[in-house]
């Protein structure tokens, strides 16, 4: 690993872009008739098609060099053997440990654990974890936020099959998002588990203290409290210390945008079940396989990283918006915007020295088709380019009767066709004219229905929507940005930016208060904290 532009694939992918920069997709089509296959790699039963990349053969070869250039073989063994790749933490990143099968490293002390959540998921599940006044548990409130909150999220909405007790999540410290949650709740049936690696996040302990206080008000006894609190973190001290007896554990080998493999998806063992949990993890490590050992031309983690790369960093798209094609799948752009921009949101190299390159692209979305109705009018028509992730679940032969399920996987495959082909300007001319429109109203209309195309997307196809190809998904996610961390050399696994802010929100919380000290600040931070202290005094 080393500083990219360093490399000779780098240049030559400098003039390729350069070279290539008007070049047609459609063109590309039109000379090979197999482009939809050839630039296709599936794994896992997802399939990424990348055929609407401007990327031809030579591109992509230049790519590929680029990748083994900058290491990417070595670091992907590395990571798998549980080295510490996060160098600025010293300690590894080995989600992969989490989904792995018997006989691999850490294989026991993971699977203890998951036991132990396994059998507690059952009582709860089967009713026989009753809460104070002896009521089964109906619904289970996962306080927990960035990594802690996202992931369970996501797969709760992906999964839900209303098996099990209701699961709600709770991440915002703004009061209604836990008070509009518990408002619906009977306490006496409600299961808090607190989700929090360190277990010292303010707003996951504010919450946390809030709804202990909602069960005493209930009528929970001191002794009952355990009845419906548990934790999940690495920090049994602190979980103790604030007053929870059970501790579902994990290590800080895991990172929170990496955890939902671990205990931090015991709501989704709760919600749908200790197996579709283990067919989750076994989707993931069918991609784990997959991605270790397939070529790297083949490999769908990889295509999805150096496609990335040449987009943000050679053809200067540095606006990326996915948009998964499935209303369970609502919550995927949330939580891709943390994987990816929380670990590769960085400006300095592995080595401490400035980054030489651009690293992550803006990463947004939505859930489609909801999304064409918001902003597709800017992605096929803006000045600002963007690539996309098309994410399209497919469905079987029950599903297709319904016309609703017709027009959602329509409506994703037409969008990416839209954005690329754009709209030939005889065939509008010639539309218009035939509705009567000549001279200056022509050209008017012409102009503003111009629709040059060319825009590039992948596509990510899932055989289903189902526990085994949600896991592989997000697993391929996982390594697309562990492959880009890689060729711009920086660590994917550390997050100090996000420090600074928590430890002037402290500081603040005293000050607006009127109880801390107060310190020196800048003029806008200054009027806006005597304007709260003005609001607050009534
Ligand atoms: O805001 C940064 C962060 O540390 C994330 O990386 C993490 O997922 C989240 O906060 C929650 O942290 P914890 O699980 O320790 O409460």
Redesign the pocket.
Known sequence: MSDPTDQPSWQSLKSLAADTADQSLLDLFAADGERAARYSVAAAGVTLDYSKQRIDDTVRSALLSLAEEQGVPQAREDMFAGRAINTSEDRAAWHVALRAPHGAPMYDEVHEIRRAMAEFAAQVRNGSWVGFNGQSITDVVNI???????GPRLICEALADGSGPRAHFVANVDPADLDDTLAGLDPASTLVIV???????A??LANARVARQWLVDAGAAEADIAKHFVAV???AEAVSEFGIERMFGFWDWV???Y?LWSA?GLSILIAVGPETFETLLGGAHAMDTHFREAPLDQNLPVMLGLAGIWNNNFLGLTSHCVVPYAQRLASLPAFLQ?LEM?SNGKSVTREGEPATVATVPTIWGSVGTNAQHAYFQMLHQGELAVDLDFVLPLSGPDAASDPRERERVANCIAQAEALMCGRDSAELEAELKAQGLEGEALQHRLAARRFDGNRPSNMLVLENLDAHHVGALIAAYEHKVFVQGIIWNINSFD?WG??LG?TMAGQLVGELSGEGESVEHDGSTAALVARVRRAWQG
Request: overall charge negative; cysteine-free.
């Open positions: 927990g936020i960035g990594g802690s909150d996202l989700t929090s690696k360190s277990f010292g996040t707003e996951t973190s690495t920090n990172g929170g945008r955890s931090v943390q929380e997050q996000v420090e928590k």
